[in-house]
């Protein structure tokens, strides 16, 4: 099929139209990803740390950017997202332009199978539906590894300018996320391989020259953007601290990776890795590549998420790449039921959806949330635990919704979250109840008590307006704030250790309004609450949502 589009890029602009139509079908004023609106909300409220803090200071260069923007929801969050998006798609572009010079294919030919990486890895189709530094980063210190295999020609390699000018790319690419530094190393390795075959005395010279010019190029940037290596040093330690204390339970693994190990994915990247170490025996590019691009991985940990996997996905599209030409190419010419296998190999999750029934969890049974049925919850704090299967049921729709670490995923049925509009659906679900939350708040003036700085909380007071010049740093046991806007006053208390989320006499004791309105992060922590509550004098009025209900002082 590809072959009858000879000198026409017509795969590149199937695959940019194709994530388009997944922005443009889920284009919304919510808010995907648990982690945006501390981001949103520390740039609306005047990016005063004692206010609201960064959601990190690994994303520093991006704050930097984001800080030029006026404290308007819209604008902030539209620009986040719209970053992103392109960002997405100039990683899409760069990665076929790399599997082209790997491979030594002519490109038009390669974003054959690049478009295919986007229907057999849906979570990259994912990420650019949220802000993700990680993604705006990546394409700017990708573009940096570009610039110099491109200008490594049979006669000559990288001129020193071009040296600059990828060290300066890489350097401001790893400040807007900090982790992406260890994306250096295959960079250095290819380079050095590369110019190592045309000069083996000078091999490792430019590529040295580069690491160290990359090295000064993120100092500066670091700086520029109010930080400096120490605080650099901090965060990447407390990033491998992250992954080793992450939820590691079987189910939070599924979320994880449902939307990346795809069948398609596993069997491409065992038969890409088998045929590339076969028939690139001779040229240890593609491998060195490869490795240098795991290995960091080997000491911050291999958690399947692609956020987290981000830098080695370029090495892994190549060989997925190169396992899909060996399909087409090698393996179809030998039977004409290879290529209808595959594409029902590859279409299956996005098509079939597995429906999971319990009645232990506010989710399912497919891509959809319970709103009343907390009563039911199982209060376990252990989610491996909580969910009790009754039924599992494949079906032609979006799977169960599984929560993941960008959000939720469905367990396969892919093509009905992304284009018929579940996804949006889900999301404003929770979103209204948020709004539902503040509403009822400053209607019947009632305190709102939460476990943590709820996202959904802080979204739906930025998007409606509300300002604070309240401190987040506790007030005794508590954290108190004020939010308000042109019309209402909103009060947000919340303890502050989570550990005496259920202290019931302390509630009784700070909380000073007859009523409140209790909003969990959890719906485990909600059902435990509503269990015990009423055997410690607070009774339940009504609920409000799927992880809110309204709660009543009986006795102090």
């Given amino acids: 099929m590809y072959t009858t589009m000879r000198n026409k890029k017509t795969f590149l602009w199937i695959g940019v139209l194709f994530l388009l139509v ?7 004023w919510n808010i995907f990803d648990d982690d945006d609106p501390y981001t949103l909300a520390y740039h609306f409220f005047g990016r005063n740390r004692t206010v ?12 930097y ?14 620009t ?12 899409f572009v760069l990665i076929g332009k790399m599997a082209s010079n790997f491979l030594g294919e002519r490109v038009y030919r390669i974003y054959f199978f690049t478009f295919l990486i986007l229907i057999a890895v849906p979570a990259f189709d994912y990420l ?20 110099l295999i491109k200008n490594n020609d049979k006669e000559n390699s990288a001129s020193i300018g071009m040296l600059f000018l990828s060290a300066i790319v890489f350097g401001f690419g790893v400040c807007c996320r900090w982790n992406l530094i260890i994306y250096g190393l295959p960079i250095f390795a290819d380079t050095a391989y590369l110019y190592y075959q045309k000069s083996k005395s000078r091999g490792l010279f430019k590529p040295l020259i580069w690491g160290g010019l990359a090295i000064i190029s993120f100092v500066l940037f670091i700086n520029i953007s109010g930080y400096n290596v120490n605080k650099f040093l901090e965060v990447v330690l407390w990033g491998k601290e992250y992954i080793e204390h992450n939820d590691f339970q079987l189910m ?68 997925l790449i190169v396992g899909c030409q060996y399909i087409y190419n090698d393996l179809a010419a030998r039977t004409k039921l290879v290529k209808p296998l595959f594409w029902v190999l590859l279409l299956l999750p996005w098509f079939i959806g597995f429906q999971v029934f319990s009645n232990t969890t506010l989710w399912g049974p497919g ?49 009905y979250v992304l284009f018929c509009g579940k996804l949006d659906k889900l999301d404003k679900k929770l ?18 008590y939460t476990d943590r700085p709820n996202p959904m909380l802080l979204a739906s007071l930025c998007r409606l307006n509300y300002q604070t010049t309240d401190s987040m740093q506790p007030a005794g046991d508590f954290i108190v704030r004020n939010f308000t806007n042109a019309k209402d006053t909103v009060v947000w208390e919340l303890f502050k250790h989570k550990r005496d989320i259920s202290n019931f006499s302390m509630i009784k004791k700070l909380i000073p309004t007859h009523r409140f309105v209790g909003f969990f992060t959890y719906s485990s922590l909600m059902a435990k609450f509503i269990k015990d509550a009423p055997d410690k004098g607070i009774n339940i009025v009504r609920q409000t949502g799927p992880f809110s209900c309204i709660f009543e002082i009986a006795s102090r």
């Fill in 65 to 78: 950017l984001l800080s030029f923007l006026p404290r308007n929801y819209k604008v902030l969050l539209g």
């Fill in 367 to 415: 891509f959809d949330i319970k709103t009343n049925a907390l009563g039911m919850v199982n209060a376990d704090k252990k989610l491996d635990n909580r969910l009790k299967i009754s039924n599992i049921k494949p079906r032609l729709g979006a799977g169960f919704a599984i929560t993941a670490p960008e959000g939720a995923r469905p367990l396969w049925g892919n093509f």
């Fill in 252 to 319: 939070s693994i599924l979320g994880a990776g449902i939307d990346m190990l795809t069948p398609a994915f596993i069997i491409l990247i065992i038969i890409g890795m088998a045929i590339t170490i076969a028939r690139y025996k001779d040229n240890w590019r593609i491998i060195i590549y490869f490795l240098c691009s795991l290995l960091p991985m080997m000491y911050l940990g291999l958690y399947p998420n692609l956020k987290f996997l981000i830098t080695l996905f370029p090495a892994l599209c190549i060989i």
């Fill in 52 to 63: 609201q803090t960064p959601y990190s200071a690994y994303d520093s260069m991006c704050d």
């Fill in 22 to 28: 997944i922005l443009i079908l889920n284009w919304s």
């Fill in 128 to 147: 650019l539906l949220s802000f993700k530094s990680s993604i705006i980063g990546f394409f700017f210190v990708l573009l940096s590894h570009y610039i």
């Fill in 431 to 448: 979103f209204d109840e948020a709004d539902t939350v503040v509403a009822t708040s400053a209607k019947e003036h009632m305190y709102i």
């Fill in 80 to 91: 986040m997202i719209t970053a992103t998006f392109l960002c997405g798609v100039g990683i």
